[in-house]
């Protein structure tokens, strides 16, 4: 039962060429960076990287950009990525837009194994093209289907060497649905704690979806962009 690796290195060791894999975070909170860097260090290509951002132009999934790693990216909020901008502009990257809300779900569908839904998001626009659309009580929805992935990268604040994880605040957003949805999901964890030091009601993710565990080294916290009020 202990799942605990000693770096972010030997967790991802074994991610393939063409893998299709699920990242954590929103904004620049919950990235599993030092998951990011093993794979860009792996060297892997082809990558298919479903994320809520493309990360920044300095932060996050741009390292696997700049290393010409990643084949597609299933995304929402993409806005603050040059690499990112210039890559899909340019033919080189393969990119599915899509609505926030719509995305979450088709994770949490995945990884609940449920292959499809039916959402009102997206009827009448881009989003809808190719897709099946159906009338409900006079309505008419789109049909998603499901997102899995090989792998699932995540960040927690803690974690037990079973794999039992906690949350917290924003990082809450994607992480807890994506750890459901990969067949092998990597927890990179800010504590490391022993079974039973984490409060069973206090659990986000048991550790029954989780695989992999591994600690990683103190960093600083960072922000897409500091607003604060004139004084």
Known sequence: MNKVYPNAAAACADIPNGATILVGGFGLCGVPNEAIMAVRDLGVTGLTVVSNNAGTSTSGLVHLLNHRQVKKMMSSYVGENVVFEQQMLSGVLEVELIPQG???????????????????????????????????????????????????????????????????????????????????????????????EIEPDQVHTPAIFVQRVFQCQPHEKQIERRTVRKR
Not at 104 to 131: H, M, Y
Not at 143 to 152: K, L
């Open 102 to 196: 719509t995305l979450s779900e088709r994770i949490r569908a995945g990884g609940a194994g449920i292959p499809a839904f039916f959402t009102p998001t997206g009827v009448g626009t881009l989003v809808a093209e190719g897709k099946e659309v159906r009338e409900f009580n006079g309505r008419r929805y789109l049909m998603e289907r499901g997102i899995t992935g090989d792998f699932a990268l995540v960040k927690a604040f803690k974690g037990d060497r079973f794999g039992n994880l906690v949350f917290r605040k924003t990082s809450r957003n994607f992480n807890p649905m994506m750890a459901t949805a990969g067949r092998v999901t990597i927890a990179e964890v800010e504590q490391l704690v022993e079974p039973g």
